[in-house]
Structures are given as C-alpha cells and as structure tokens.
C-alpha cells in the first residue's frame, strides 16, 4: 500500500548551514530496509524493501516523487515458499543495463526444547537476481558458503549482503556481492560473479579480518584501479572497543587485502561503528562514513553522530586516509544513565555525478531531543568541508536502515525506514524522498 504523505516538512537551521525540506515523501506501511538504485537511460529508479520476510520492488520517477507502475515481488521466486528474505541490497549496471538485487535468505526451523517449540528463522544462504531495465526476471543464483549451515543456534541476523559492479562491458565479470559470516575463519566473504551471474570465483574469496565480531559491509568499486574497496565493522568485543576497517581486494586479479583502520575521536570513550564507503569516478577518491557514540558519565549524556574521511588510492593500492571530520550530525542523547548513544543507522553515501563531492545521508536530532530526521550533507572530497545541508524527512522516533541513489535529474533520492519502536515493530517506511 502507498500513500503520499503532504505538508509534514519544515526547513531547520543547523550548525552548518540552512535545511532545505522537501515533502511529498512515498510511504510504504509496515515494510523494512528499503534502498534505491537509478537507470539513468530510462530516468527512473528502482526501489527494493521487505515486508513480511518478502522482497517487494516499485520504481519511481527520477525525482523520487511519484511511483510508476505497481508493485512486484522480488524473492522468493514461488508464491508458496515458506523461506524468508530480509536486507536488500540494490544496484545498477550500466554497461549491460541491468539491476542487481541480493537479499539474505533464511528458512523456518522448529526446536523443541524443555520449555517448549520455538521456531525462528536460520541463515540459509544469499540469493542474487537480475532484472531488466523494465523489472522483467533474467537470472537468478543463491549463494552458499561453509559458514551457511542449518545451526539451530545460528539466526540470521548475519549475512547482511552489500552489492557493488564494475562499468565495463565484459561477458564474465563482475558483479560483486559481499557480506559476513562470523561462522567462518576469515568473516568477510566476497563472490564475483558475471553479469548473466555466472560465477567468476568458484568459491567465495576470504578476505582476513581482525580477530572478535564484524558488524556490516559495505563495497565500492574503484576504477582507478579496479578495485573493490570493503568498509566494515572490526570489534574486539562485543561492547565498546569497536574500530572500523577498510579492506580492498583486487576486481579482476588476485585477491590482496589492505586494512586502514579508521581513525578514533579524541575522545577514548567515543567508539566507531558502521562504516559505509563510496567511490567518487571524478577525482578518483573514496569518501568513508561511519558514526561515533559516545560513553555517558554521571555529568554528561550519552552523545552519538556522523564522521566522514577521505581515502585516495597510492601507486602502491594502499588506502591513504586524509583527517576526519567528527561531529557531522551530531546528536545528543538525553540519557544520563545509558552506557552509549543509541548507535544510529549506517550513512549513505552517494557521489554526486563525477565531481568531488558526495552527499553523506544521515539521522541527525536537535541536541536535547530523541526525535530525529534524515538529513543529506553534500561534502567536497578536495576540501573535507561540508559544503551544504538539507533535512530531508519530517521528525520521527528513530531513523532505520535505508539507502540513497543519485537520480538522472540531479537529485540525491533517500529511502528510509521510520518510527521504528522498542523491540523492532515497525510502524512504517518512507520509501523515497528526493532532496533538491
């Protein structure tokens, strides 16, 4: 069900600079985790979401303000299945005109135990399809891995896929999805498959991590190099001694992976987590984000934001980081007694055509307030400085997970999930929302 949404924007002044509203968002009720990709030949995007352990598809105008057509189920490719989809993933291969969606893919499993049945979903597996410019099915694989056992001890709340393509016109590569097992030895897994999905690594690569948890990949294609270059959550335990990584692995040779660890606050109490990275073609740079959050003490709350950095790519491959910017976005949580600040969402990062800057599409609040709003910041890559900002959705409780695609129009369209209650109900989703 859609509805279009008027009137509940308003521009806000923030630390750096004027927020401009847009209204008019899509919505979506009741479905989780939506992301977008854009066909700049027929000038519209492809939005992808869950509902209901299913993965449903509309595509939208350029501007992100209207849907064009109905929508289409996704996954599973029967009506009937019992197994479940969660976490897509989008993206759009130029080259072959084509839209790549992956989604993890679980099944129901029943245990008896002394207090009772239980029955929760497991890890079964990443599923990939590709679909036309038009939506029209062309291919399907599921991809398994030895991590991907039926262990009823295991849900699935690993596995998240990231996708990303290369931009040449070849018959055999690539096509990369990656994501996280922490049942294998080495936690991030990567498969390079062809743009019919044929695969064009027999097995799933290993690329090394450090020892302790990994939480969320995000990959980028870099063509300087033709490289995929990884953004991931690197932690030691599973409380607050958490750093994020970024790792890169050759696109068509050997793997060789590469880890720069991303700069902490100041602060030691201040943590990183979910990294996110892109690849900016114009410069040749990459843009990383991540949040911070910070621990409280008994006279200060619990505070958590947005930082970015710069990563340009040396004659050795090696990722140099340039200086962070800390405190994009910042938020202040008014918990005087929580250990941490809500981690918020991971950011997207959407390059803005060739040129050197990006728009970094973050939750932010006003200090003292739980309500946040999603907001675009455009950074230059040359400069790190932030260079605009626009609030792009209305208050809500919190900000879920979402995506953001650059359109053919010039616009930065976002999708969201919001008003996300205690204990994960989801009140609803607001599908697409363009920032002018």
Sequence with gaps: MSKVIHGLLAAALLCCGVFEAHADPVAIYGSRTPTVAFDPVADR????YEHGGRIYGKFIDSSGRSVVGSEFLVFPLIVSSAQKYRDPAIVFKQPQN???IA????????YNLPEGPVVFDT???IAVTALDAAGAR?????????????NPFIEDAEARPSLAVDDYDDTTCCVAVAWEDPRVPDRILLTRMAPDLGLYDLEAQRVATPAGLVNGISVAYGRIRDRFAFAYDGCASPGR????FVTSIAALGASSPLHLTLPKPANPTQDAVGPSIAYLPGPARYVVSWQWRTLATAGSPARSGTAFAVATTASSGALSLGSPNFDLGATITPCSTCLFATPKTRAAIVPIGTTSRAMIVAPSAFAGRSDQFLAGYTVDSATRAVTAGRRISG?????????????????????WQQDVLAGGVDAGVWAAAASP
Excluded: E, K
Aim: glycine letters at 16%; aromatic letters at 12%.
């Design 45 to 48: 995007g492809l939005v992808v």
């Design 98 to 100: 084509r839209f790549y």
């Design 103 to 110: 989604a993890r893919q679980s099944y129901p499993s029943r």
């Design 123 to 125: 890890a079964d597996g």
């Design 138 to 150: 062309l291919a399907t694989r599921t991809l398994y891995t030895p991590g991907f056992l039926r």
């Design 241 to 244: 001694a958490c750093n994020g």
């Design 395 to 415: 208050d809500a409780g919190y900000i879920g997970r979402g995506g953001a695609a650059y359109s053919p129009s010039g616009r930065v369209v976002a999708t």
